[in-house]
Structure formats: C-alpha cells, structure tokens
C-alpha cells in the first residue's frame, strides 16, 4: 500500500508540475505574440543573429519572444496563432483541476471553437487584406491561393460564407424541430466534405512533413511566392497564334488537319498535324516567316516529333513562369518517379509541365555546358539539393572540384557527412589545379578496390553488393564545375582526360559517377574521347551552332532563351526542360540544416593516391 501511496502523490506532483509548465508557457507565448504586432518589422532582421550578444531585440522577451512570434505568426498561421496560449493556458487548469465538471465542459467546448478558427481565419484575412502577411501567416497565404486556384475568388467567398453560417447553425441551434434532425445530417455531411479537402490540401503543401528534413525544406522553400499571370489573356494569345500559324501555312500552300497547344513554363508547343504527302522540309523552311508573325525571339521547330505524326513549334512564353524548387520537392508525382532510382536528380519540367527525373545510375554520366550566366550553376545546385533530400549521408558521397573556387564552397559544411576526401586533406573542396590529378588518381585506385570487392563476394554490381551485405558501399559522385580551367596546364592535360576517361568506361559498376560542367563547349574541352563516354548530355543556352553540335551533336542550344532553359539529350533522346530555381540563401539554410543534422559522421577518406603534388 505504501508503495501505491508514493507512485499516486509522485504522478499528482508530475501533473502540477506539467500544468503549471503549460501555464508559463502560455504566458510566454501570450506577450511574445503581444509584442511581435508592434515590434515585428525592427524584429525580423535580428532573428538569424539569435547568439548576437550586441543586437538587442525589441519584443518584450527578447529574441527568443521575436524568434518564436516570427515562426509561429509569420511563418505560421498569423494572428490565429494567439489561439495555441489560449488553448495552452486552458489545458494547464485543466491538468491543476480536473475534478471541475465546469471547467472540463468549458474546455470542450472551447478546443472545437480554436481548431476552426485556427484554419478559417487565416484563410479570411488573406481573402480580405491579401497584402497584410502578417494576418494570415504562410499557412493562410499557401492555403488561400491554393483554394483561390480550385474555386475561384467569387468561389472562395461563397466557400468562406457558408463554412460560417453552417458553424453558427451548429452552436447556436438555428434550426426547426421539424428539420432538426435533417439539418444535422446534412450539415455533417458537408463539414466532412470541408474537412477532407482542407486536410487534403494541407498534407499537398506539408509533403509529408513526418520527417524532420520535410519540415524544414518545407518552411524554407514554400516562403517564396509564386508568381500569377492572366490566364484568359494566355487563352486569347493561344488562339491568335494557331490562327497565324495556319494563315502562314495556307499561304505556302501546307494543309493541315489540326493544331494543339501544350503550355510549358517557359514555351509553348505547338502540335501541327500535316495532311498525308505534306513535304516536312517546307515546314522547316519556314521557320523566320512564322517567327516574323509571331513576333517570336526565336523558335524551334521540331520536325517530327518523336513518336507521334506530328511537328512540333516551340515558341517562348511570354507568360512565362519559374519553376521552384517545391514544386518538385513535395510533389506526389515527384516521389513516384524517384522511389525505385539510385540516384534520383531532377532536371525541371517538360513543355507538358511534367516533373523531368532522371537516375543518375543508369545514365550513368552527366556532361554540362552552357553560356555564363544561363543556369548551369543552379542547374548543379538543384542536382545536390536533391540527392541531399532523397538519399542519406551513408549512401552517397561527393568529390567537388571548383576550379573557380567560389561556386561550390558553400558546400563546406556538410563535407564531413557527404565528401569523400584524400588522406589528410585540407580543403574538401578542390580548388588547387595540382591537386585534381591526385584526386582523381585516388578515385581510380578506388574503383580498382570496389572491383576486388565484387570479385571476392561474386557480385556483379554496387546494387547488388548493397542488397547482400550489412556495411554497404556509397555511390560516390564527382563534380567538376568548370572542366575547361583544368585544360591550362598542358603537361596534365592528357594524364586528367587519361584519368576521366577510364572513370567513365569502367566506374559505373563500382557507383562511381561523373557529373562535368563547362562554360566553354569547344572540341578541344570536349574531346571526341570525353564524348564518347558521356551519352547523356544537358545543354543551356549556348552562343553558336557551333557550341550547340560540340554538346549535343546537333543544333538548337543556340536558341535557347537562358534563365534555365534547357535541352537534355540521352541514348538520341533530346527533351526541352525548365530547371528549377532555387535561392542562394536558401541552398545556404538547407547545407546548414544537412551540416548540423549528420555533425556526428566521420569523414569517408580515398586510398592513397600514387602520385604526390610535383
């Protein structure tokens, strides 16, 4: 009984101890969120100075009382976001004082009331005050312009309208006695319709928030807005141009039988349906005529389109939009395409707005070129960003070498979870032209090791050592940012390409792969030898046809429009993208999140390499 006795005062003093806990930080949140409303604009700048001891914050609590108001009002719900310390304050007497029917029934009827709000008003104040953030928080901004999207603004305000009337019909009791019991019904009936679309689209814009890194790329990356333009003014554009385009082929004599158009982010497809016998060189011929009525930049025509009886003209958007990193991040299409891949990166989307993902282990090379300043450096950032999100540290490994030496070196932080190294190294990212041979020299004698230990377990493959074994081997990926500027020293010249070379012929089995990225696309850079061994090749916009054929072996690099415009080629495979755009500041935030989360791994160091700097 003395036993019992204890356990029972011990869990009495355990529950004072928690409502009393839940009371203090009611009152913390309470002022904290006071505070934010006047003080948030002096506020918001300090919040990434947290550990700043000369930087004194505004909010009445400090910088803790800015830093909490910021994520949980701004970043959060808004002002609804004084809900969460009142339903605190109230769980808190509730613990103190359980045994008060009053308060117990007070508090039921309460959390119903504050979870509605939490959601309705968010969703209002962006309806009714959209440039006031401060109201509706990001939920209620990313929320509402999604609803804004489904039903409409006049729709919005129906949907807003009735979800308060059926609430008061609800709390107040309007109804007949008669239809009493019918309304109920049908008043549930649509609260559930309400909620599961709500939910829906909550679990849409979270994308699997259950992991630690969701959450975090999720708060990051969905604080950029996305950009609008009129859709009935891209719908009239759309019409006037198929009726040029059939105007200017009629002219020629060209029949057709139909014309479709496919709206991508940064072009729009037109799908031309020749009648049977129509010559598709006189088509072709009449590129600058169609480009002169459209009053086009530039187009592209694509004569067939690969596996279909149509020709395609690619003509650029002048409603043209960016594609966000998000949007590939946490879409559903996105996790299917990559779930069974080794090495999933994303490449944008198509002219079909479509999510473009590739396996890096089947390509198993990547080579990269395009003119300064057209987003082969954000291409490249994307690629690691998302090898980052889907794989762990455990599973791959990194080689950067940046000739440049500022295009990488933000990935310094996570060098100890994610870079493969050489035996006391003092940069893990190679800037240093006389270090490059012996990295590579490393890399080799690398594979040469990963093929001893396939042999000796009777494995074809990395996969299917992985499968088999508990210590797995990582996929180890090399990424050279500018492969021209390792040309300047001719006397390693041919020993770097000798080293490439054999990576690239043999390195796939083993899960070695080379991504290679280069401004300047001549033959001398890409040799007929590099080529051969990288059969998927990505090309930005490039200066020349001459550029254009070095990459891809054909033309249309050239007219290319820039800002991550794109051509992927693979296996006679040639696919039009826009790359997604991501902010330097928030590839900053994410490397910083990866870099903190995997602090604990030790460094993966490479053999010894042969030769020693001369």
Known sequence: MNKDKIKKKEKKILKTIFGFFLLGNSIFLFLSFFSFLFHWKNDQSQIEKLFDKEIIAENLLGKMGATVSHYFIHCGIGVSAFFIPVLLFFTGLKILFMNQKLLNNFYKSTIYKLLFFSIWLPIFFYVMIPDQGIFSGIFGFEIGNYLIHLFGKVGLYMLLLTSIIFYLIIIFRISAPTIRNDIKKKIQNINQKIDTRLNTIYQLEMASSFSQEKNFLHSILFSRKKEDFSSIDLKTDLESNKKKIVQILNCYNIEIYEIKASI???????????????????????????????????????????????????????????????????????????????????????????????????????LIAGSTGQGKSVGLNVMIIFLLYKKNSKD???????????????????????????????????????????????????????????????????????????????YIILIIDEFADLNIYNNQKKQIE??????????RAVGI????????????????????????????????????????DCTGAEQLIGKGDLLFSNKNELIRLQCPFMELSDIRKIVDFYGKKNKKNEYFFLPEPDIMNE
């Open 264 to 366: 991508g982010p940064t072009i729009i497809l037109y799908e031309i349906f020749p009648k049977v016998g129509t010559r598709i060189s006189k088509i072709k011929n009449l590129k600058n005529e169609i480009a002169l009525n459209l009053s086009a930049i530039s187009i592209r025509i694509i004569a067939p389109i690969p596996g279909k009886k149509s020709i395609g003209i690619e003509i650029p958007n002048h409603h043209r939009y960016p594609v966000y990193m998000k949007d590939i991040l946490f879409s559903e299409e996105s996790n299917k395409k990559s779930h069974k891949m080794e090495l999933p990166i994303s490449l944008g989307k198509t002219v079909f707005n479509e999510i473009f993902i590739v396996d890096l282990a089947k390509m198993p090379h990547l």
């Open 513 to 552: 792969h080379l991504i290679i990225a280069t401004q300047r696309p001549s033959v001398d850079v890409i040799t007929g030898l590099i080529k051969s061994n990288f059969t998927a090749r990505i090309a930005f916009k490039v200066s020349s046809k001459i550029d254009s054929r070095t990459i891809l």
């Open 396 to 474: 791959i490994k990194f080689i950067l070498i940046d000739p440049k030496k500022v295009e990488l070196s933000i990935y310094k932080k996570i060098s100890k979870s994610y870079f493969a190294t050489l035996p006391n190294s003092i940069e893990p990212i190679i800037t240093d032209l006389h270090e490059v041979k012996n990295i590579l020299n490393s890399l080799c004698k690398e594979m040469d090791k990963r093929y001893a230990i396939l042999e000796k377990h009777k494995v074809r493959n990395i996969q299917e050592y992985n499968k088999y074994n508990k210590y797995n081997l990582p």
């Open 498 to 507: 000798t080293y490439i070379t054999r990576l690239a012929q043999l390195a």
